[in-house]
């Protein structure tokens, strides 16, 4: 089992920037790769980045050049530094990790971008 808890969700207004953490404790040996989701109201879970095992990223078409994904292996956490924050990143942000066999969730945590 690999335990998730996410932090770093708030109230921000638009243009301004937050950096999510995602913790991971538990059995955190191979992962293959980590990375957030967002859902926001009425519409589906969709990814935004990703963080490979080797150390490559991708990105949501939407976040590209706002959102950065990194790690710190040290510390078992994945970042996501968001700026330029816009109403339309408001969403529940979920941090995910993949394993060959095996897929967990954390809590998420909100974010909220307005005015």
């Known amino acids: 089992q690999v335990q998730l808890v996410e932090s770093g969700g708030g109230l921000v207004q638009p243009g301004g920037s937050l950096r999510l953490s995602c913790a991971a404790s538990g059995s955190i040996f191979n992962i293959n790769a980590m990375g957030w989701y967002r859902q926001a109201p009425g519409k589906q879970r969709e990814l935004v980045a990703v963080?490979?095992?080797?150390?490559?990223?991708n990105y949501a078409d939407s976040v590209k050049g706002r959102f950065t994904i990194s790690r710190d292996n040290d510390k078992n956490t994945v970042y996501l530094q968001m700026n330029s924050l816009k109403p339309e990143d408001t969403a529940v942000y979920y941090c995910?990790?993949?394993?060959?066999?095996?897929?967990?969730w954390g809590q998420g945590t909100q974010v909220t971008v307005s005015s």
């Open positions: 995910n990790c993949k394993r060959i066999l095996s897929e967990y």
């Open positions: 963080i490979i095992k080797g150390g490559s990223t």
